[in-house]
């Protein structure tokens, strides 16, 4: 049995990940971090999470509000408004370039 009779209509259906714009997304995410955090704070914050394993309720209190100013000095916010615009960009470029027919 071939892997396409076995693969679900629903993912077959499914558009193809633009990688570019994953790459471009990766990179200024690594840009944010650099310029957010410093080195020391960069190495405390994969510290804290890898005690955590994920789950902020497994440190103590002291290392909760560590990470979380840590979190807060990051700024997910700004991040997420650099992320928006670059994707803004390639979406109407996407569009200029469709042909129709």
Avoid: C
């Avoid at 997304?25 to 914050?45: D, F, I, N, V, Y």
């Amino acid at each position: 049995m071939s892997l396409i009779s076995r693969t679900p209509a629903r993912i077959l259906g499914r558009r193809a990940v633009p990688w570019l714009l994953v790459l471009d997304l990766a990179r200024e995410g690594h840009a944010h971090w650099q310029a957010q955090l410093t080195p020391k704070e960069r190495s405390r914050m994969f510290e804290l999470l890898k005690a955590s394993k994920g789950r902020p309720s497994a440190l103590g209190p002291k290392e909760q509000a560590e990470l979380k100013a840590l979190g807060t000095k990051l700024d997910v916010k700004a991040l997420g408004k650099r992320a928006a615009m670059t994707g803004v960009g390639v979406r109407a470029a996407r569009k200029k370039n469709r042909k129709r027919y």
